[in-house]
């Protein structure tokens, strides 16, 4: 923040001349209001309104040593009282005690500023009786009495919105209207299609003997009206029907349309995966997917709405089952998603170089690299669109604040996302935070076909050079983890903004998980023949990836502690661990391919997870939005169980994949099955 760390001298007096300038700084109407308020809740009487601004404050609760240290009171409340002169405004005001800290929601005359707030704070204007209506945290919770005043933020009552809201709903709004007037539209042409052809048919099968596939039956005639229509007015009508159906602007609407985009999305057929084959990969997918969203609707939360964060740190610290929602090794599931997209880039450029007579040339390249903007983009734009107009639409609550940094970020580094390279900015300016996997996906996208290059000129060279690429990004992680003192166990990396800053994001930390995929799809797409011959090999294969697993998730929890120097054991760890959990993915991929995935196989290549996986992208760029949206909408803070954090799961799940499969038939799919050459 901006403002600096201002002491709040509420036991020690002020100046005479710091009085002064202060005192200029409160307009007249906001003190005379301000002193109506209080006057009034001090009467023996007071009028409603009062009450209701004074019952609106925020005041301590329980389970401070838990976590709960925050006041938010009730901004709805407090909008709800209206006095003769002025309502109520809410306003917080966040504070450091000792070590804790912690804001206070308060409801004060809509005539103050935000910087007459903070002017009426210092002086301790607000007291009922003798007593604060800002009391620091007594001294049995808290060592030091005094508290500083960090700043102050008033919740506005009315949204404002500046071109770059209004151009970026509108954005949206269009992204949705041209699939939904094409859908129209192709309905229409079809119907008007099928309305020229019916009568024809059957009127021929009454008068002129016009069997079911056109043949005229005019026993003798030579000439004839049906039903008023000239035969040759019906063939006019039907040319140029046909003549449209093969133009360009018709093939257009046809790819944009509903009757083609959701066309196979809820197909639970288990072979459908682009261009064949792999089907473990869907139930690999959904489950990673699902992994993420799980600790992502713990993580959001945590950052600033529990009531017992340090009741929540200690439960997920003591046990490995957490490590499916926030703890332990931070979310594995994104090196699953990069291996995914490594072997899937490497076999869709063999299978295109396969394609275009064994030439891998630099049009190909282009057009390669196209076809993945065309797929990611569009949607990737929707959602930042979507945040962007979201902030200046929707009357936030009181947890909001802490998000709109990152988020307003867009407006300034929207560039970022458009280049696919906000990763490589500095973490507090990734425009859409959760994006940034965008970025470093398309990075390492990239670097697949210099791989395939090498592999197609020499296997030595290209040996030597993926094997330098891997020891490199092993290497770089450990160097940065020893020097920067980073953590590598959840929630620890949470207070850690070097972690992302430095090696969360970057490219050259997270690069093996995808250069181990693009290896595996290389291998799995020019195979001759099977690489396990016996039924042994599968089984010491199984022993050793399911231990790997296992040994990778409790060696976190063995590190978990933040040392104060350098530690080898975590910089070996934190470049190893990611690698390693790739290939032991791959092993499940290749058992899987092979023969031997027993109903380790069976259950990934389950028909019900096609249609999840068929969604996933969309899912993936949404479902944050749904747990920002609820986050930011509440009034009061969560209480962390078991229970509560399941059912914020399910929630967020059944909204993301409703609105999944929305925007990929609405926006995903259309450019994906947008050609540009017209037939």
């Known amino acids: 923040m901006a403002l600096g760390w201002v002491k709040l001298c509420l036991l020690a007096g002020l100046s005479t001349f710091f009085n002064r300038t202060q005192a200029l700084a409160v307009s007249k109407q906001c003190m005379m209001d301000t002193n109506t308020f209080l006057r009034e809740i001090n009467q023996d009487k007071p009028k409603e309104y009062a009450v209701v601004m004074y019952d609106a404050f925020g005041k301590m609760g329980s389970n401070v040593e838990g976590g709960s240290a925050n006041q938010p009171g009730l901004l709805q409340q407090c909008r ?336 970022g996302n458009l280049l696919l390279i906000s990763n490589l900015l500095p973490v507090h300016e990734i425009c859409v935070p959760w994006t940034w996997y965008l970025s470093l996906d398309f990075q390492c996208y990239a670097t697949t076909p210099l791989l395939v290059y090498f592999y197609r000129m020499n296997r030595c060279v290209f040996a030597v050079v993926a094997g330098g690429l891997l020891l490199t990004t092993m290497l770089a992680s450990s160097v940065v983890t020893g020097l920067l003192r980073l953590p590598v166990f959840q929630p620890s990396t949470l207070t850690s903004e070097n972690y992302v800053l430095y090696y969360y994001v970057k490219p050259h930390t997270r690069y093996g998980p995808f250069l181990i995929g693009i290896l595996t799809g290389i291998y799995l797409t020019s195979r001759k023949g099977q690489l396990l011959k016996h039924k042994w090999q599968a089984v010491l294969g199984w022993l050793c990836c399911l231990s790997i697993l296992a040994a990778l998730i409790g060696s976190a929890y063995a590190l978990k502690g933040n040392s104060a120097h350098p530690s080898v054991p975590q910089a070996l760890y934190q470049g190893l661990h990611r690698p390693v959990w790739a290939l032991a993915i791959t092993w499940i991929i290749l058992a899987c391919e092979e023969g031997y995935g027993g109903i380790i196989c069976s259950v990934l290549s389950f028909g019900g997870w096609v249609p999840l996986a068929n969604i996933s992208f969309a899912c993936y760029l949404v479902h944050p939005v749904f747990i920002l949206l609820y986050i930011g909408l509440q009034e009061t803070p969560i209480h962390y169980t078991d229970l509560n954090f399941m059912y914020l799961f399910l929630g967020h799940l059944v909204l993301t994949v409703a609105a999944g499969f929305v925007l990929t038939a609405l926006i995903e799919k259309p450019y994906v099955l947008l050609k540009w050459k017209c037939k």
């Open 80 to 415: 709800s009282a209206h006095s003769p002169t002025f309502s109520g405004q809410y306003c917080q005001v966040f504070l450091l005690q000792g070590t804790i800290q912690y804001f206070v929601g308060i409801c004060v005359p809509d005539s103050c500023d935000e910087e007459e707030v903070q002017t009426l704070v210092l002086y301790d204007t607000f007291k009922y009786g003798h007593k604060s209506l800002i009391p620091p945290l007594p001294s049995i919770l808290v060592n030091d009495s005094t508290q500083e005043l960090i700043m102050t933020h008033c919740l506005s009552k009315t949204v404002t919105s500046d071109a770059a809201d209004v151009t970026c709903l509108l954005v949206c709004c269009l992204l949705i209207v041209i699939p939904l007037a094409a859908t129209l539209f192709t309905a229409t042409i079809r119907w008007q299609r099928n309305r020229a052809v019916t009568p024809s048919e059957e009127s021929t099968s009454l008068n002129t003997g016009l069997d079911m596939y056109g043949t005229l039956k005019t026993n003798g005639s030579t000439g004839g009206v049906i039903n008023g229509c000239s035969i040759e007015e019906t063939d006019s009508v039907s040319r140029g029907s046909s003549y449209f159906s093969q133009s360009c602007v018709y093939q257009c609407l046809k790819a944009f349309s509903l009757q083609t985009t959701s066309r196979g999305i809820f197909s639970t057929s288990s072979t459908r995966v682009p261009e064949g084959g792999y089907s473990s990969l869907n139930g690999i997918r959904v489950l990673s997917l699902l992994w993420i969203m799980c600790g992502h609707s713990a993580q959001f939360p945590v950052i600033n709405n529990l009531d017992n964060y340090k009741d929540w740190k200690k439960t997920v610290e003591r046990s490995p089952l957490y490590v499916f929602s926030l703890s332990g090794p931070v979310f594995l599931a994104v090196d699953t998603f990069l291996l995914l997209g490594g072997l899937l880039s490497a076999r869709s450029l063999l299978n295109s170089i396969q394609r275009a007579e064994d030439k891998l040339s630099p049009g190909l390249v282009l057009g390669y690299l196209f076809r993945r903007l065309k797929r990611i983009q569009p949607l990737h734009l929707f959602i930042m669109c979507l945040t962007i107009g979201l902030i200046s639409v929707v009357h936030w609550g009181p947890y909001w604040f802490p998000f709109i940094d990152n988020v307003m970020d867009c407006k300034t580094y929207w560039w």
